[in-house]
Nanobody
Framework: QVQLVESGGGLVQAGGSLRLSCAASGRTASNNAMAWFRQGPGKEREFVAAIRWRGNSTYYADSVKGRFVISRDNAKNTVNLQMNSLKPEDTAVYYC???????????????????WGQGTQVTVSS
């Protein structure tokens, strides 16, 4: 089992920045990738960004490309999401997820991930 705890959410004005962190504990040695998803009011949960636990590959949704940066610290078992140039449409609950599948199929797919955090609220005011 892996436990994921997000932090860093809050209220920010449009154009501002926030940094989210996700601390992983438990059987993290089996992590192959970690990701951030978000769910806005009345919307389905959607992919934001992912990073492979080995190597430097990162992946982003088109809506955040160039504004958000995902990074990891393997020694601390944390994954971060630096969010810049925030827009009101970025308002959502942001979830951290961990993938321990031996074969990665699609890092943008919700079902790829076995473990999820409780989420942290990000609100961007106009």
């Amino acid at each position: 089992q892996v436990q994921l705890v997000e932090s860093g959410g809050g209220l920010v004005q449009a154009g501002g920045s926030l940094r989210l962190s996700c601390a992983a504990s438990g059987r993290t040695a089996s992590n192959n990738a970690m990701a951030w998803f978000r769910q806005g009011p009345g919307k389905e949960r959607e992919f934001v960004a992912a990073i492979r636990w080995r190597g430097n590959s990162t992946y982003y949704a088109d809506s955040v490309k160039g504004r958000f940066v995902i990074s990891r610290d393997n020694a601390k078992n944390t994954v971060n999401l630096q969010m810049n140039s925030l827009k009101p449409e970025d308002t959502a609950v942001y979830y951290c997820a961990a993938d321990q599948n031996p074969i990665i199929l699609d890092l943008q797919r919700l079902r790829e991930y076995e473990f999820w955090g409780q989420g942290t609220q990000v609100t961007v005011s106009s």
